[in-house]
């Protein structure tokens, strides 16, 4: 009988700490999941390859693959369980010569994308807190 109360202890106790370390998935839930993170990405690329103030930073970029990697890493770091798979941000962009006004540029973009995707103000500002640390691997100059 000790037995069988120690198991249903240490039972109860493993599963209190797996649900305590969940991840948070509120993020990711806000946004829609993953199709809406993948149309987001998708009208993303789409407005930057279009803005004449940036696309030229995507010149010599495999665009298929920088897609595929903004997805992993938007659905990482909103708790929705991927895994950013790419290379680091100062790796990615050494060699770019990025400004802030290509920094703001870009989340002005995404900001557009996830206003299509009918994202509410306060989720996308979630997002971008999590992306604003960002800043200081990928700006150069």
């Known amino acids: ?10 039972t109860g106790t493993l599963g209190l700490a797996r649900a305590q370390t969940a991840p948070d998935d509120s993020l990711f ?3 829609g999941g993953l199709p809406v993170i993948e149309r987001v990405v ?6 930057m390859l279009a803005d004449a103030r940036i696309r ?9 693959r920088v897609q595929q990697k903004l997805v992993e890493q938007f659905c990482q770091l909103s708790g929705g369980g991927c895994v950013y798979t790419g ?19 870009l989340v002005e ?3 557009l994308a996830m206003d299509k995707n009918g994202i ?3 989720t996308q500002n979630r997002l971008l807190a999590l992306l604003a ?3 200081r691997e990928t700006v150069t100059r």
């Open 133 to 135: 640390p960002m800043q």
């Open 56 to 64: 030229h930073t995507f010149d010599n970029s495999n665009l298929k």
């Open 120 to 122: 509410a103000s306060r």
């Open 87 to 105: 290379d680091p941000m100062r790796e990615v962009h050494q060699g770019l010569k990025l400004t802030n006004a290509d920094f703001n540029a």
């Open 1 to 10: 009988m000790k037995h069988i109360i120690t198991a249903l202890i240490l």
């Open 42 to 47: 998708q009208d993303f690329m789409d407005t």
């Open 109 to 111: 973009d995404l900001q």
């Open 29 to 31: 839930r806000a946004l």
